[in-house]
């Protein structure tokens, strides 16, 4: 099933080391909230590559869930 996501990395790349590169701090909670929306739209490009219906199924239900946190979290910003 992992081979499926190989759109999210680079040719060469492992799922390690790409989750290596992406580790982020972010500095306030509307930083990152303005970044997690920017992740929910790639991903949803993302998914749109994956032609097998049931990666398909579970990322979009996993961005999904994803949205919902970052909507709840958006009402307690300043």
């Known amino acids: 099933m992992l081979s ?3 759109v999210f990395f ?8 790409a ?7 972010f500095k306030t909670y ?3 909230y303005e970044n ?4 929910i739209e790639f ?4 998914i749109k590559e994956i032609k097998h219906e049931e990666v398909c199924t579970l990322l979009s ?5 994803l949205q919902m946190e970052n909507d709840d979290m958006k009402k307690y910003l300043p």
């Open 61 to 65: 239900y996993w961005v999904a869930a």
């Open 19 to 25: 989750s290596d590169k992406q580790k982020v701090n």
């Open 36 to 39: 997690n929306i920017r992740l």
């Open 4 to 6: 499926k996501l190989e």
């Open 10 to 17: 680079d040719n060469d790349e492992s799922i390690k080391e």
């Open 43 to 46: 991903l949803k490009l993302k």
């Open 30 to 32: 509307p930083e990152m």
